[in-house]
């Protein structure tokens, strides 16, 4: 089995920044590509940021700018440095991972982690 705990979130003033991290453990034959995702009350999920095996990043044009993700390959982690907040990237953040292990490639979910930006 392979889990991801996700930490650093909490309440931050709008215009302050907030850094996530993301550890996987397990199972683990490689990663190829860990993203973030947040859901806002009412809403879907959607992609934050993503980072593939090779470095190629992507965001949308929402966070463009403000969110940098990158990733320690070494130690399985994943962070979301989040700079310029506002009160409407309020959300649960969720870690994702598309993890190779012993019976092939599966996508797995941390708990997710509360950011609350106060306006």
């Known amino acids: 089995q392979v889990q991801l705990v996700e930490s650093g979130g909490g309440l931050v003033q709008a215009g302050g920044s907030l850094r996530l991290s993301c550890a996987a453990s397990?199972?683990?034959?490689?990663?190829?590509?860990m993203s973030w995702y947040r859901q806002a009350p009412g809403k879907q999920r959607d992609l934050v940021a993503g980072i593939r095996s090779g470095g190629t990043t992507n965001y949308p044009d929402s966070v463009k700018g403000r969110f940098t993700i990158s990733r320690d390959s070494a130690k399985n982690w994943v962070y979301l440095q989040m700079n310029s907040l506002k009160p409407e990237d309020t959300a649960v953040y969720y870690c994702?991972?598309?993890?190779?292990?012993?019976?092939?490639?599966?996508?797995?979910w941390g708990q997710g982690t509360q950011v609350t930006v106060s306006s």
């Open positions: 397990g199972r683990i034959f490689g990663i190829a590509a």
């Open positions: 994702n991972a598309e993890v190779t292990g012993p019976y092939g490639r599966t996508a797995y």
